[in-house]
């Protein structure tokens, strides 16, 4: 079965599942990783203890872990729901924001899970954005040498993207995501309800990841993306429900290939090279998303520069993200060179060479190990606005 076939029938089992008023899930495959897990999407907390109902859950101590924004929006509501789902339940809120995805907040975790005396088999469950997801993720990957973790994410970026593929860890110093496991979920429950709450600006930081999803692996959808801009801005339930069912259905076929990005997984990195050095040269002001959808622009313009891509192509994705709220250029006064330097610093580097992803058409990503400085300087360049602009 190709992954255009594993998308077909995965439109299709959508259709099925709306036929019978069942909301949708993925149950994705074990890897040498993890066992495999189920993913629940739906508009309402209302299954979550019928698909929490695992063999050994009920019984057992969980430590919900959330941050400050999420406690004062949605802990109150997702308390009394989980506590009917195990034995005991606690919750640990950790301050908001990316600053705090860090070691020193992992061993807070750590210490309230041994204070609560939590053994191999009681569970954490993070509830919140990709931040509490990555660092909840961790503290239950090296606590007792890994105890089971649930994955209720909040925000749009989350639910389509960090809280599958079992990466999970924290930032050392100013590098982002230094230090971390593999270690897939148990569990993940998406309820779309959550993102009524969520910023503007979030939301738009999570169409950038989606819009990655469509690129690199499906035009058609990537074409329903464009279509659809105003039931997803508008949040209408259905349109969310298909469009993270959709998105997920793209990187759980990537990382089930390749759960420890040893090949294929590298694709979900397109706009990521650029875009990380975006976020570090911008001092984290910019949103992940954003610098993702900076960092696919340059990526684009070099696939442009290469002839994969043609003109339309190219000015259609560069203006795709503008209808989605999310930034197309930086400020003039804005160094390419410093942004190169940085770019070559970034992590994913092949002997040498940066692994850079680029589109070989549209839906189509390939790894590609020759871009050159000067490639990637016109690729930056693409993103400031000259004086004459
Ligand atoms: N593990 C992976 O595969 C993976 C993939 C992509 C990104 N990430 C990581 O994810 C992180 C970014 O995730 P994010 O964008 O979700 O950021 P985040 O977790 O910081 O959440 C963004 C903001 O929204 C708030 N928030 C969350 N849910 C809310 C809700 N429902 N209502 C109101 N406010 C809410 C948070 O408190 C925070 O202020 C980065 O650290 C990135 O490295 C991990």
Redesign the pocket.
């Known amino acids: 079965m190709t992954g255009r076939d594993v998308l077909i029938s995965a439109c299709f089992l959508f259709e099925i599942l709306k036929g019978l008023f069942l909301m949708p899930f993925i149950d994705i495959k074990e890897t040498v990783t993890g066992p495999g897990y189920r993913i629940f999407i739906g508009d309402s907390l209302d299954m979550l203890p019928e698909e929490l109902a695992l063999p050994g859950v009920g019984d057992r101590k969980a430590l919900i872990v959330t941050?400050?924004?999420?406690e004062?929006?949605?802990l109150n509501e997702v308390f009394p729901v989980l506590k009917s789902c195990f034995k005991e339940l606690y919750s640990i809120v950790i301050p908001?924001?990316?600053e705090n995805?860090n070691m020193d907040r992992v061993m807070e975790i750590l210490d309230r899970l041994i204070e609560l005396h939590f053994d191999r088999n009681d569970l954490i469950v993070a509830l919140?954005?990709?931040?509490?997801?990555?660092m909840a993720?961790f503290a239950s990957a090296v606590y007792l040498r890994g105890i089971r973790f649930i994955q209720i994410?909040?925000?749009?970026?989350?639910q389509t993207?960090?809280?599958?593929?079992?990466?999970?860890?924290v930032?050392l110093h100013s590098y982002?995501?230094m230090v971390g496991a593999f270690h897939q979920p148990a569990f993940v429950y998406i309820n779309t309800g959550?993102?009524?709450?969520?910023?503007k600006r979030?939301f738009a930081?999570?169409m950038g990841?989606i819009i990655k999803h469509g690129l690199i692996r499906d035009n058609s959808y990537y074409e329903w993306l464009i279509n659809h801009f105003n039931e997803i801005n508008d949040q209408d339930s259905e349109t969310l429900i298909k469009m993270i069912y959709e998105s997920l259905k793209i990187k759980a076929f990537i990382v089930e290939e390749d759960p420890t990005e040893k090949g294929i997984r590298a694709l979900?990195n397109f706009g990521h090279t650029i875009g990380h050095a975006i976020e570090k040269y911008m001092d984290f002001k910019l949103?992940?998303?954003e610098c993702v959808a900076l960092g696919m622009i340059a990526a684009s313009r070099i696939s442009y520069d290469r002839g994969y891509i043609d003109t339309e192509e190219f000015y259609e994705i560069r203006d795709i993200f503008l209808p989605f709220n999310l930034p197309l250029s930086l400020a003039c006064d804005a160094d390419p060179e410093e942004i190169l330097k940085i770019t070559k610093l970034d992590k994913k580097m092949d002997k040498g060479k940066i692994r850079f992803i680029l589109l070989k058409r549209v839906g189509k990503a390939v790894i590609d190990s020759t871009v050159t400085d000067e490639e990637l300087l016109r690729g930056i360049n693409e993103l400031i606005i000259k004086d004459e602009d």
């Not at 941050?67 to 999420?70: L, Y």
């Not at 994410?153 to 989350?158: A, I, N, R, V």
């Not at 993207?161 to 860890?169: N, R």
């Open positions: 941050d400050s924004n999420v004062k929006f949605h908001a924001g990316e995805k919140g954005g990709g931040v509490i997801g990555d993720g994410p909040t925000t749009l970026l989350s993207d960090s809280s599958i593929g079992g990466k999970t860890g930032d982002k995501n959550f993102l009524k709450t969520l910023p979030e930081s999570g990841e979900l949103l992940h998303g």
